[in-house]
C-alpha cells in the first residue's frame, strides 16, 4: 500500500517500531504551526503544505488530500514566503520539527527544510522556487513509495519492522 493511503497511526507504529526518535519526530510535526496570536492564511497554508502530507490518511483532521489538492505554485509562494527571515523566524521551530520527522521518512525532503531554513534567501525567489519545486518533487515521491522509513538516502538509523 502506497503511503498517502496508510491510515496516520499506521505509520506512527512504524515509526514507534523503528526508533523512540522517529516515534517522537513523526508525532510532533502531525502537530502543525503552534501560532500564539490568530491564525492567519498563512499558518493554514504552511500546515497543509508542510503537515498534511505527514497525516496521510486522517479521518480527523486536515490531511493528504488537501496537499494534493496544492499546486506547485501554491507551494512556491508559501515558500517565497518564508524566504523572508522574519517569516522564517516565526515558524522555525515548527519547521525544525517537520525536518526532523522528514529526516526518518524521506532524508531528501530534509535536505530540502534544512536548505530553506538555514539560507538567507531574500530577494531570491528564483531559488524559493526551485527548492519548492523539489520539495513537491521528494514529497510526492515519499507518497507514492511504500516503505515509510527511507533509508536508501541516507536515512536515520534503523530498520522498518
Given at each position: 500500500?502506497?503511503?498517502?493511503?496508510?491510515?496516520?497511526?499506521?505509520?506512527m507504529e512504524?515509526c514507534?517500531?523503528?526508533s523512540?526518535e522517529?516515534?517522537?519526530?513523526?508525532?510532533?510535526?502531525?502537530?502543525?504551526p503552534?501560532?500564539?496570536?490568530?491564525?492567519?492564511?498563512?499558518?493554514?497554508?504552511?500546515e497543509t503544505?508542510?503537515?498534511?502530507?505527514l497525516r496521510?490518511?486522517?479521518e480527523i483532521f486536515i490531511?493528504v488530500?488537501e496537499y494534493?489538492?496544492?499546486?506547485?505554485?501554491?507551494?512556491e509562494s508559501?515558500?517565497?514566503?518564508?524566504s523572508?527571515?522574519?517569516?522564517?523566524?516565526?515558524?522555525?521551530?515548527?519547521l525544525?520539527?517537520?525536518?526532523?520527522?522528514?529526516?526518518?521518512?524521506?532524508p531528501?525532503?530534509?535536505d530540502?527544510l534544512?536548505?530553506?531554513?538555514?539560507?538567507?534567501l531574500d530577494?531570491q525567489?528564483?531559488?524559493a522556487?526551485?527548492?519548492?519545486c523539489?520539495y513537491k518533487e521528494?514529497?510526492?515521491e515519499?507518497?507514492?513509495?511504500?516503505?515509510?522509513i527511507?533509508?536508501?538516502?541516507?536515512?536515520a538509523?534503523?530498520?522498518?519492522?
Amino acid at each position: 500500500m502506497k503511503n498517502q493511503d496508510k491510515p496516520w497511526i499506521e505509520v506512527m507504529e512504524i515509526c514507534r517500531n523503528h526508533s523512540k526518535e522517529a516515534l517522537w519526530a513523526y508525532a510532533s510535526a502531525l502537530r502543525g504551526p503552534d501560532i500564539m496570536e490568530s491564525i492567519t492564511m498563512n499558518d493554514r497554508r504552511l500546515e497543509t503544505i508542510f503537515t498534511c502530507p505527514l497525516r496521510v490518511r486522517n479521518e480527523i483532521f486536515i490531511d493528504v488530500k488537501e496537499y494534493k489538492r496544492l499546486s506547485l505554485k501554491d507551494i512556491e509562494s508559501v515558500f517565497i514566503y518564508l524566504s523572508d527571515t522574519n517569516n522564517k523566524y516565526k515558524y522555525l521551530h515548527y519547521l525544525e520539527y517537520v525536518r526532523f520527522a522528514w529526516s526518518f521518512l524521506n532524508p531528501k525532503v530534509a535536505d530540502i527544510l534544512s536548505e530553506l531554513m538555514g539560507t538567507i534567501l531574500d530577494e531570491q525567489e528564483d531559488r524559493a522556487k526551485a527548492l519548492a519545486c523539489k520539495y513537491k518533487e521528494y514529497v510526492d515521491e515519499w507518497l507514492n513509495s511504500e516503505r515509510v522509513i527511507n533509508q536508501e538516502y541516507g536515512g536515520a538509523i534503523g530498520e522498518e519492522k
